[in-house]
Nanobody, 126 residues
Framework: QVQLVESGGGLVQTGVSLRLSCAAS????????MGWFRQAPGKEREFVAA????????YYADSVKGRFTISRDNAKNTVYLQMNSLRPEDTAVYYC???????????????????WGQGTQVTVSS
């Protein structure tokens, strides 16, 4: 069992930066692939970014590539999402997720993740 708690969301203006954090409980954090997803009002939850167990491999949605950076600190059981150059279309509830997808599987689907946080709201005003 893994419990995930996101923090760092808020209301910001276009162009600024935010860093989201996701703290995980348990002693097996490093055994999980970690991902960030987001869900805007009236839309389906979508993949944002993911990071491998060691942190050596990262994956990004095209819409955030070059602006967002995912990282993890296995010693602190925490995964981060650094979001730069925020846009109004980035407005959503952001969810942290933990999963154990098979080897060679790119962890881009929400079905690759078993554990989810409660989410943190990010609102970007124009």
């Amino acid at each position: 069992q893994v419990q995930l708690v996101e923090s760092g969301g808020g209301l910001v203006q276009t162009g600024v930066s935010l860093r989201l954090s996701c703290a995980a409980s348990g002693r097996t954090f490093s055994s999980y692939v970690m991902g960030w997803f987001r869900q805007a009002p009236g839309k389906e939850r979508e993949f944002v970014a993911a990071i491998s167990r060691s942190g050596g491999r990262t994956y990004y949605a095209d819409s955030v590539k070059g602006r967002f950076t995912i990282s993890r600190d296995n010693a602190k059981n925490t995964v981060y999402l650094q979001m730069n150059s925020l846009r109004p279309e980035d407005t959503a509830v952001y969810y942290c997720a933990a999963g154990t997808p098979g080897l060679g599987v790119q962890p881009l689907s929400l079905y690759d993740y078993r554990y989810w946080g409660q989410g943190t709201q990010v609102t970007v005003s124009s």
